[in-house]
């Protein structure tokens, strides 16, 4: 079955841990760290969005542990396994660094299930962090051969269509105060912010596209390489994990 923009394709492959090939920034200076958007590197697509700051131009940074959040300007919570991800949040002690650091200032962005840990409510679901006053529904397509990939107009992030690919995906059902609606799909939203936190329920990483990095380091007050490179990058595909599954 083929959901969602009206022009997806099954994936048949599934999210893979990332293959740890090229060295990323890892021990930094207090000052350094303030320009630093961090992706956090439990499980999931943890190399492809460290791969997609470097292409737009932003310093990224695995964390590993919670004191990797310290003087971070943002933080990339990556798709994969949202149950499995917050036992990891718990076994490895994330959750009140993780808050403080928020409270401070950090912005978050979660992708996937990054944004099912993010939700205030996880829709007949144990929620978890709480930090956005939004509904998702985990697994709302239904089997990872629901997954689709299709194109979107998103004109708060970019003027021009951009890839998506959705991978198992959840759905945002309501947004509540204080959040904007980003992107709205058939009858359900597809992005959403707040003042503090970006979701998408898509993986903009797994996609040529660098537009939602760049618009999230902005977010972070990060500054990116706007203009010196193009928002879709022609030889992305190299080092995904779609080169071992690709999505037809
Ligand atoms: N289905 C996963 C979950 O519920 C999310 C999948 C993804 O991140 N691509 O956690």
Redesign the pocket.
Same mark, same amino acid.
């Given at each position: 079955m083929v959901v969602g923009c009206g022009v997806g394709a099954v994936a048949r492959g599934r999210?893979r841990d990332d293959a740890k090939g090229d060295q990323y920034p890892g021990d930094s200076t207090v000052a350094e760290t303030l320009r630093q958007v961090g992706v956090l590197d439990l499980q $999931?697509g943890v190399q492809e969005h460290l791969e997609h700051l470097r292409l737009a131009g932003v310093s990224g940074k695995r964390v590993k542990e919670p004191a990797d959040l310290e003087a971070l300007a943002g933080l990339i919570m990556p $798709? $994969?396994?949202? %149950?499995c991800?917050a036992r990891l949040l718990g076994i490895f002690g994330f959750e009140d660094p993780l808050r403080r650091a928020f409270a401070r200032g950090m912005k978050i962005w979660g %992708?996937?299930? $990054?944004a !099912?840990l993010l939700a205030k409510t996880n829709v007949g679901d144990v929620s978890h962090l709480g930090l956005i006053d939004i509904d998702v529904k985990?697994?709302a397509f239904g089997s990872q051969l629901d997954s689709f990939k299709c194109e979107a107009l998103v004109p708060a992030v970019h003027p021009e269509p951009l890839p998506l690919t959705f !991978?198992?995906?959840?759905q945002i059902l309501r947004v509540g105060r204080g959040v904007n609606v980003l992107l709205r799909l058939d009858d359900y939203i597809a992005a959403a912010e707040s003042d503090e936190v970006l979701v998408t329920i898509f993986?903009p990483e797994l996609t040529p596209g660098v537009a939602f990095h760049r618009y999230f380091a902005h977010k972070c007050g990060v500054s990116t390489d706007d203009g010196a490179a193009p928002a879709t990058v022609s030889d992305w595909n190299q080092k995904s994990w779609m080169r071992f599954a690709p999505i037809a």
């Open positions: 999210v $999931g $798709g $994969g396994e949202s %149950t991800l %992708t996937c299930a $990054g !099912i985990r697994n !991978i198992r995906a959840p993986h």
